[in-house]
């Protein structure tokens, strides 16, 4: 894969999990810390849907985060030469893959056994 379309769609990746992690901590709301105020004058069964949703949020926040700092990990090997080959066994990881997952450092059999 040429280096800039690797850029072109790293860049495209960051923006938007920004977008993803923008909307979750915007739809979370009431800041952390505030919750009892928040709740105090609601139903036992709305506050465990509150809760679930918030659960929700803050999954999605601290994934969004994580892949965040994997597309960053992923322009310091564009710059270092280093991207577009598995970080485990050096083979060239398929442009159908990284077109799919601009962020990913390992080839399919590698990322498939790391998730075992």
Do not use: W
Request: charge should be negative.
């Amino acid at each position: 894969m040429e280096r800039e379309e690797a850029k072109k769609l790293l860049e495209q990746r960051r923006n938007d999990l920004e977008r993803v992690l923008a909307t979750a901590r915007e739809q979370l709301g009431v800041p952390a810390g505030d919750e009892e105020l928040a709740t105090y004058d609601q139903h036992p069964a709305d506050l465990a849907t509150d809760t679930v949703e918030r659960e929700q949020f803050l999954s999605e926040i601290e994934m969004a985060q994580d892949s965040l700092k994997q597309v960053e990990e992923a322009f310091k090997r564009l710059e270092e030469g280093k991207y577009g080959y598995c970080d485990i066994c050096g083979k060239p990881i398929p442009d159908e893959r990284l077109r799919a997952i601009p962020e990913t450092p390992f080839d399919v059999e590698h990322s498939a056994e790391l998730a075992t």
